[in-house]
């Protein structure tokens, strides 16, 4: 299982004027720059790629994507259980260890 409390952070271009302050999270980091659709990614138990779009398992047992879809970029490893997923748009891009 990915879940985001296993996943590092690496800073890709553009990226370098955010940092997660000490009382933020990863997910708080992720819910302003790449939010989910009608969802937190504090709630998300694991992702995977399907059809080529990142889906996010919740704890309520939805499912749903990133608000813009567009914002995934690409993964290693498993479709069923990446290793990283890289987010980000033209100008900014993090990939997450999971």
């Not at 694991?46 to 690409?74: E, W």
């Amino acid at each position: 299982m990915n879940t985001l409390s296993q996943a590092n952070i690496s800073q890709g271009k553009g990226l370098s004027g955010y940092q997660i302050v000490a009382n933020g999270t990863v997910e708080d980091f992720l819910d302003s720059i790449f939010p989910l659709n009608g969802a937190s990614h504090g709630d998300v138990l694991q992702y995977r790629i399907y059809l080529m779009s990142l889906v996010a398992h919740l704890k309520t047992g939805l499912c749903v994507g990133l608000l813009n879809p567009g914002q995934f970029s690409d993964y290693d490893g498993e479709k069923e259980n990446p290793s990283s997923i890289v987010l980000g748009n033209s100008e900014q891009q993090i990939e997450l260890q999971l």
